[in-house]
C-alpha cells in the first residue's frame, strides 16, 4: 500500500517479537506475536502493537496466556467493552490494567520450549496423515487416469446415469432435510433443516444411498458427488439434477472418484454455459453428453475395495486429528492453570 492510500490514518510499525492485538478482535484470541517475517511491516490503528520487557515477560508467554488461560481470556473479554458480540472493541487503557501473574523468566521461555516442541510434534502428525492420505488417493485415481494393462473405455454419462425428476410436492407446514454439496470434491453433506415455507420451490428431489448430484451453478468448481448413506432420504431442490446410478455399468464409488479429482473440473467448465465465472450453470442435458473413461467391472470392483479400505483409513485418522487438535488447548490449559497458581 502507497502512503497516500493510508491518508492522515496513523501507522504504527511492526517488529519481531511485538506483541500485536487486534483491537476488535482480540477477545477472540486475535492476539499474535510478531515474527522476523513480518519485520518493517505495518499496522492501522485498528491493531494495537505493543513492545514487550524482555527482562520481566516472554512475548510468547503473555500471548498463550491471554488466549489460552480462563482467566486471561475473562480479562480481555472485560476489557473489550461493546453492545453486540462483534463490535466489542479492546482500548489501550483497558489493556493496561489487565493483570497477568508471571512466573519467572527462566520458567516462562521453559514453558513456551515444551509448548513449541508439541506444537511441531502435532504438525508433524497432521503432515503424516495428510501424506497418507494423498498417497492413498493418488493410488485409487490412478485406476481411471493411469491405468496399466487395457485402458479404460469412454462412456456418455448417458449410458451410466439417468436423471430423476422432483418427487416431493412442498407442503409449507412440513420441515425438510436438506443434502448440499461442497465444492472442491469435497462430497455430499447433510446440510440445513427448513419447514417449507422458507422457501419458494414447489416441488423437491428426494436423495438415495448411491444417487449422483449436483448443484448445477457450482459443479464446474467440483461440487458433484455421490449421496452417502447419512445423507438417504434427504432432499435436494430442483437446483440439484439427481441421477440412479446404473450399477452394471459403473460402480458409484467410481464415480465419486472420477468427479471428486480436480483435473476433471475444468473440462467441466469448459461445458458449463454462462457469461460470468461465478453464474455458470452445467445444464443435466450437457453433462449426460459427457464423456468419461470407466474401467472394466473387475478393475471397478478392485477399486472399490481399495476405495472402501481407504475411507475406514479416513475415519481412523479423523478421530486421530480430533484427539491431535485437542492436545495443544488442553495443555495450553494445564500449562497455564498450574503456571498461574505458582
Partial sequence: ???????TKRLFEIKPGDLVFSNVFAWEGAIAVASPDDNGRYGSHRFITCVVDPSRACAEYLKFYLTASEDGRAQVLQASPGGAGRNRTLGVEKLGRIA?????????????????????KTRQVEAHLDAVERDAERLIRSYIFHPQGAQPTKHRMSELVSQRQPDVAVDGTAQYRFAGVYSFGRGVFPSAVKMGSEFAYERLSTVRTGDFIYPK????????GVVPAECDGMVVSPEFPVFTVNTEAVLPEVLDIYFRTPDVWPALAEISGGTNARRRR????TFLSYEMPVPSMAKQLELRAIYQHTQALKAKHAAIRQANSALLPAT???VFGTSIKE
Avoid at 500500500?1 to 491518508?7: I, P
Avoid at 452445467?282 to 442435458?285: A, R
Fill in 282 to 285: 452445467l445444464q443435466p442435458s
Fill in 332 to 334: 495450553l490449559e494445564r
Fill in 217 to 224: 451453478l457450482m459443479a464446474w468448481e467440483g461440487a458433484l
Fill in 100 to 120: 497477568v501473574p508471571l512466573p519467572p523468566l527462566d520458567v516462562q521461555h521453559a514453558l513456551i520450549a515444551r509448548i513449541m516442541q508439541l506444537t511441531e
Fill in 1 to 7: 500500500m502507497h502512503g497516500a492510500d493510508a491518508g
